[in-house]
């Protein structure tokens, strides 16, 4: 039995391991790098202030195989990948993650490579030079706030429509107060040009900017569409309750690329997906009947810098509740957790 799960991130990696060691499957895992990224740790690698990657292959059980590469199409029974080989298969799970569309002019924050090429070009900005992050949501604020904490030389702007919307209003009131003091300038609009030297928003005005980072992950890769399975107006691959594909029963889908109603792009939401893919993969496998993807919001976490962060409370479909967390127990949350996922998702365990 041959098993391609396609995309090393958090869904990928769990079910990956999961059918390693629930399964006598020969299990491959497809990813374009040798590495596992860290996503949630981006806004870290970019402001030099923490590690992201990992040996994918410390990342795997025994009995996975590492196979570098991206898959160019989903065809019947195998997939092609972009150096021109191909693998068969009896089962796959598609595991591609989200993508991220930058603006030109504009560094993407929420890919590896985007990350990168951002950290060298922070690394070079001199003193009083202007940093805009654009994106009022979570990797917006992670982004603004680590960059200003950890380089207070430089001076940093947000810009956003709606700045810090996804929390209460106590929340948003203390995420805009951190910004304050850590003098991030936050101007809520819309870029609608980036350029050499400045970027442009929707009232008009025109601001110095030496680099601008795009903190907004948007849609997921093509490689469902262009495969010719149904997706939604994101890109993300539909799927039944099951997580299976709706197009091709022997393929499941799990994390940022599933469109699974209510899931935002979160490790939150990815992880128990690959979880119940890999579990239903299982099942299909010995024959036993499916069980559904049930799921609950527990809360939304971000850092401001190493030094503060908040935990919001959420309700099970991941409207704000009243409780909140702040400074040290919210900095131990996030730390906490990221470390915690990351030792689940590599014995995939936990869920
Ligand atoms: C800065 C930042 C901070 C974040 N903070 C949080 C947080 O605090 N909490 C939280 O829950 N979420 C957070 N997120 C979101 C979270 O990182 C993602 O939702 C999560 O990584 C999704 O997991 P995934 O497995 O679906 O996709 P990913 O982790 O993106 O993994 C997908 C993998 O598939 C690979 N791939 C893509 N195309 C192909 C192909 N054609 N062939 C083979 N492989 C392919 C990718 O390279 C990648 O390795 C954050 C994201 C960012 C950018």
Redo the contacts with the bound molecule.
Sequence with gaps: MQIVV???????TYAANRLAKKTDAEVTV????GHF?E?????QTLSGTGRDVTPLTSMMRKGVTVRV????KIGDGVVTLDDGDSLGFDHAVL????SVTPMPGTVA??TWEGAEQGRARLAALGPGAWVTVVGGG??GL??ASEVAAARPDLRVRLIGARIGEAFGPQVRRRVLAALAGLKVEVVEDTLTAAGDGFVRVGSGRELESGLTLW?I?SGT?D?AARSGFTVNEEGRIAVDDYLRSVDDPRIFA????ADVPGAR??????IPQ?ARAADNLIRLIEGRPLRPHEFRYLGI??SLGRKDALLQITHADDSPARTFFAKGPAVLA?ETA?RGIKVGVRMGVGM
């Excluded at 996503?39 to 806004?43: A, D, S, V």
């Excluded at 590469?69 to 160019?72: I, K, L, P, R």
Aim: hydrophobic content about 40%; overall charge positive; aromatic content about 4%.
């Design positions: 396609i995309g090393a991130g958090y869904a990928g497809v990813n374009p790098r990224v996503r949630p740790r981006l806004h590469g991206a898959v160019d595991a591609v993650g989200s924050v929420g979570p990797t992670e982004t903190a992950v890769s490689l799990a994390g940022d690329c792009f979160a490790c939150q939401t990815a690959g976490c971000i996030k990221l």
